[in-house]
């Protein structure tokens, strides 16, 4: 579904990506993990070309990312990669259904009722069906990144990608937002994480990534990771997690 | 567009001779205004500073009717209504000495000082309150910690805010001519009637404007570029 | 106190509309009739000079900063000068005085507030722009449903602020003849001759009320928008225009940050 073929980026003289090759395949889920400035973020930005990348291929769906296209390719492309932020930018103006109707009636040019039914049925299945007519700002954290996720799910994308869709909520809103993403692993959703829940990732994932210094470093399936890293770096990244 | 020429009116010995005298005029009264303003802005400062109520409120007052009635009208009130009330000596001795220009000042000099102190009191609110504590807990008085710690930090912050009022004051020069001084506005406006030439004449007095300003920004710039060296970690 | 209190009333009903119904509207209600006509005019003006400037075709943002670094850095009364000439010229018949200030007061308040608005999008969080791009969204389609309904309401107080200006503004008029509110007064004064500091007094407070209840009102929209959007983005309060820093220094400075 995602394919990295020796993707190289550099911010000015900084190395961020150094020939990172892997691939995320129809239904799996993917955790990525690492110490901070390790590349991780950069790394799932560059899916849906929210960063650029200076060489290498990266393929979407069979669709090249980063191949030279016009702006409305782009956003088409951009429509059907689902991507949930860690600060869930929310659009604050509008209600939490308006939200997520906003963008299938915008883009993807849904009529407005059936937009409306499919928000609705989404913000039921993540839990917020009550919450419709509210704003965000009267919602809680773990409240707005769920409806965030609704959000990009009502784009009806083949992925989803997470950048750190936890790491800025208080530790009590943590774990609606992971069975969310729990419950979307289940139904199949094919997904890439970038998270510092190792709980999640022994539990769900399909597969480990282990970056540091925008390289992987280390790929396994969660058990083999957390049990027995083969890379010294990963090993003490995990002791340091167990340390605390 | 008519014939543009620009030569016509710079090699004319009298035009040029208008222009130079209305530029003057106006670089003597963006000088005189920014000093008193500037000076003037400190006191208000200091005075804000002081723990007096009825001080605060003064300062407050005077600030709050200098920003809400408009300059010219201010100008309008010192050269038209003050002036009436100056006893005839002074009246005299005033209108041989350009009073036109002299009212210009003060008033412009009055009406930017309200905007310089608010400036120089954001510019004191930008800093961290870490800061005098830090100070006062290292020993300084509270006289030596404002004049070490916080002015120069509170000087530094108000940089930028200062040097755009500074291009107002610049600007708002202009605002003599309603009162009939001669500055450069003023000295466009005779030459277009006296030549016919609108286009050259404003383009000159526009360049002028547009170069001194900029000039303005420039050092603005630079100070703040050094302000910043100074701080950076 | 009484020559102040004989004058106003002698005067109030020209100082307020002039010499309505004798003559064009004049006064208090031409200047505010000049204020909100220069403003209305000049704010989808601004938002355009404002995409310009934050677009990132040279062609665009050019000739917008060209634009706004010169409205700011020559005085009104130049700009006044220069439009008084040019309109005619260019089309070919003469306009009044006060067509003559409102096409100034439109294209200097366009620049000024072309400040206001891009400070206003600069201090949305970048989150916002690319959420709506993540979600297949273009650019305009982003610009026009998420960042600008925030930014621009984020903005009111300063552009509240920017009227208040627009009204100080017009008293220029008075230089080419505009009938508003100093000319007004510069007419009772010519009128009267021995009380010219009473009148232009009056004038001046006049001007204060005006303008110091809608400073009051600014404020009291500033706090409010504060406290709405405390929620949910870390969104800057909007500050009041002559308190924004910017680098091209002007009255009306804005901050600069970068946009993605």
């Known amino acids: 579904m995602i394919s990295f073929s020796k993707v190289n980026k550099w911010y000015g003289d900084y190395h961020a990506l150094v020939d990172v090759t892997a691939r995320v395949n129809k239904g799996e889920v993917v955790v990525v993990c690492g110490p901070s400035g390790s590349g991780k973020s950069t ?171 925008g390289s992987i470093l280390e790929v396994a399936d969660p058990q083999t990771f957390f049990k027995q890293p083969q890379h010294p770096r990963a090993q003490r990244f995990l002791s340091d997690l167990r340390t605390h | 567009m008519k014939d543009f020429n620009l030569m016509a009116i710079l090699l004319n010995p009298e035009f040029s001779a208008m222009l130079l005298h209305g530029l003057k005029t106006t670089l003597l009264i963006a000088a005189g205004s920014w000093t008193l303003a500037m000076t003037l802005a400190l006191i208000l400062l200091a005075v804000r500073l002081t723990p007096s109520r009825v001080a605060q409120h003064a300062v407050a007052t005077y600030v709050s009717y200098h920003r809400n009635v408009p300059t010219l009208v201010q100008m309008m009130l010192w050269y038209f209504g003050l002036a009436s009330l100056l006893p005839a000596t002074a009246q005299a001795w005033l209108s041989e000495h350009s009073a036109e220009a002299v009212f210009a000042v003060i008033s412009l000099g009055l009406c930017q000082a309200a905007y310089f102190s608010e400036d120089l009191r954001s ?41 755009n009022h500074s291009v107002s004051l610049f600007k708002n020069s202009s605002l003599a001519m309603a009162i009939g001084a001669a500055e450069l506005t003023h000295a466009v406006k005779e030459l277009e009637s006296r030549t016919f030439r609108a286009f050259e004449s404003y383009l000159i007095a526009t360049v002028i404007y547009l170069l001194i300003s900029l000039l303005i920004m420039a050092i603005g710039a630079w100070l703040g570029r050094r302000a910043a060296l100074a701080t950076a970690r | 106190m009484t020559d102040l209190v004989a004058i106003i009333s002698d005067n109030w009903l020209l100082l307020l509309v002039g010499q309505y119904p004798n003559g064009p509207l004049g006064g208090l209600a031409c200047t505010l009739i000049l204020s909100i006509l220069g403003i209305a005019l000049a704010f989808p003006l601004s938002v355009l000079i404002a995409l310009a400037r934050t677009s990132k075709w040279r062609l665009l943002s050019w000739p917008a900063t060209a634009l706004v670094y010169g409205a700011r850095g020559v005085p009104l009364l130049m700009i006044i000068l220069w439009v008084y000439f040019l309109v005619p010229a260019l089309i070919g018949r003469n306009v009044s005085g006060f067509t003559t200030m409102v096409c100034t007061l439109v294209i200097y308040e366009a620049a000024f507030l072309a400040e206001v608005v891009r400070s206003g999008i600069q201090a949305l969080p970048r989150g916002q722009m690319e959420a709506a791009r993540a979600l297949g969204h273009n650019y305009l389609g982003a610009m026009w449903s998420v960042v600008l309904p925030q930014a621009l309401y984020n903005v009111m107080p300063s552009m509240l602020s920017q009227f208040v200006s627009t009204i100080k503004e017009t008293t220029l008029g008075y230089v080419i003849n505009v009938h508003e509110l100093t000319f007004a007064a510069s007419q009772v004064n010519n009128q009267l001759l021995t009380k010219p500091f009473h009148v232009f007094f009056i004038l001046a407070v006049i001007y204060f009320i005006v303008c110091w209840s809608l400073t009051q009102l600014a404020e009291w929209l500033e706090r409010r928008i504060a406290t709405k959007r405390r929620g949910v983005s870390t969104v800057r309060p909007a500050v009041d225009a002559e308190n924004i820093v910017s680098p091209i220094a002007t009255d009306r400075p804005v901050p600069v940050r970068s946009i993605s």
């Open chain 1, 43 to 213: 790394l799932i930005r560059t899916v849906n070309r929210l960063e650029e990348i200076q060489s290498g291929e990266l393929t979407f769906d069979g669709r090249s990312v980063h191949a030279p296209m016009s702006g409305s390719e782009l956003n088409k492309l951009r429509s059907h990669i689902g991507f949930v932020f860690q600060s869930f930018n929310l659009f604050p103006h509008m209600s939490v259904v308006e939200n997520v109707m906003f963008s299938p009636i915008r883009v993807n040019s849904m009529g407005k009722s059936e937009a409306r039914d499919k928000a609705l049925s989404l913000l039921e299945r993540v839990g917020l069906a009550s919450k419709a007519g509210a704003y965000p700002a009267q919602l809680s954290g773990g409240q707005q990144q769920r409806v965030a996720i609704a959000r990009a799910l009502a784009m009806e994308p083949p992925a989803m990608l997470f950048d750190e869709p936890t790491s800025a909520l208080d530790p009590e809103m943590v774990g609606e937002v992971l069975a969310v993403m729990r419950s979307l692993a289940n139904d199949g959703m094919t997904m890439m994480c970038v998270t510092h829940e190792m709980g999640f990732a022994r539990e769900v994932a399909d597969c480990v990534w282990f970056m540091d210094a």
């Open chain 2, 123 to 163: 510019g004191f609110r930008a800093v961290p309150l870490g800061q005098t504590e830090a100070a006062r807990a290292l020993g300084h008085s509270y006289i030596g910690a404002l004049r070490h710690v916080l002015m120069p930090q509170a000087v530094r912050n108000a940089i930028p805010a200062l040097v």
